[in-house]
């Protein structure tokens, strides 16, 4: 899952929550994204970058 993740936000230079579920066809659950994206993050493959909204901030995980 993580390299998938990490694949596909290197292609497109990042990605929303909703976009990595997408990726997995709505199959994978929060925890399992949530698992694949620690992994990332722990091995500093990817990082959260919040947008701001104007609202609620958007994050966008991108690739280092």
């Known amino acids: 899952d993580a390299d998938r993740i990490l694949l596909a ?3 497109r ?3 929303t929550l ?4 997408s990726l997995f ?19 500093e493959l990817m990082f959260p970058d919040q947008q701001p909204t ?3 901030p958007r994050t ?3 690739p280092k």
């Open 18 to 21: 909703t976009e990595i579920s």
């Open 25 to 43: 066809g709505g199959h994978k659950s929060t925890a399992e994204i949530d698992s694949a994206l620690g992994l990332l993050l722990r091995l």
């Open 60 to 62: 966008i995980w991108r």
């Open 9 to 11: 936000a290197r292609t």
């Open 13 to 15: 230079g990042g990605l």
């Open 54 to 56: 104007g609202g609620r």
